[in-house]
């Protein structure tokens, strides 16, 4: 699977949308861009997922460049309830180990 | 949504008890089940692959005589840290893929905190 490679760490203000970049210049063809975040002492939280083309759910936005090689996890407005560690995975299928590296860490300040 | 659950979320017990951990499916069958460990401040790391009706597959480095892993069902699998240590101390993760669509993604547990004294 391809590597990924993510800031160590950010902060966004509380009301503000937080843009979490990534990168992912050896992506192939047919894998999958996923971002996941985990609150501590808890379980990684699904957030969204994508191909190529953009995509938004309840959580979230993921804007994916044309040449896949680089995606941004957008929350519209962040909460403190935000504050975690996100990663950035890109796979083939669900079915794929899951190799996490140090993710970013979001602090969302009051 | 597909939900995982784990049980127990956390275990305080003597060196050298064995401590069974349960991953389960509760609404999606799961024929590929991970574990992780996650040591303060770190990343999660994968432990081993979980198959069912098979034996696991391990990562390097992780003993597969100490951490046993069983996948009986397509809802549960659970994994057995024997002869438990002090450095077995760890959080302990489970996810599971689906049998759905391709890209489903997986659905991970809460965790079980492993303290051992």
């Known amino acids: 699977d391809a590597k990924t490679t993510q800031p160590t760490s950010m902060d966004c203000a509380e009301g503000r949308a937080a843009n979490l970049p990534c990168n992912h210049s050896t992506i192939s063809g047919n894998e999958y861009v996923y971002w996941y975040r985990q609150i501590h002492s808890q379980g990684p939280q699904y957030i969204i997922h994508?191909?190529?083309n953009n995509e938004t759910n309840e959580m979230a936005s993921l804007i994916i460049t044309e040449d896949r090689k680089s995606s941004t996890l957008i929350l519209p407005h962040a909460t403190l309830r935000d504050t975690a560690v996100y990663y950035c995975i890109v796979m083939k299928t669900s079915y794929d180990k899951v190799i996490f590296g140090p993710g970013t860490s979001l602090s969302v300040i009051p | 949504g597909a939900v995982v659950s784990q049980h127990p979320s956390r275990v305080i017990c003597k060196s050298g008890t064995s401590v069974k951990i349960e991953c389960r499916s509760l609404d999606f069958q799961a024929t590929t089940m991970f574990w992780y460990r996650q040591f303060p401040k770190q990343s999660l790391m994968l432990m081993a692959t979980?198959?069912?009706?098979?034996?696991?597959?391990?990562e390097q480095g992780v003993e597969k005589d100490k951490f046993l892993i069983n996948h009986a069902s397509l809802t549960l699998s659970t994994l057995t840290v024997t002869s438990a240590h002090p450095e077995d101390s760890s959080f302990y993760i489970c996810?599971?893929?689906?049998?759905?669509?391709?890209?489903?993604?997986?659905?991970f547990g809460d965790g079980t905190r492993l303290s051992i004294l």
């Open positions: 996810s599971a893929g689906g049998t759905g669509p391709a890209d489903q993604p997986q659905h």
């Open positions: 979980s198959n069912e009706g098979s034996k696991a597959t391990y």
């Open positions: 994508g191909l190529k």
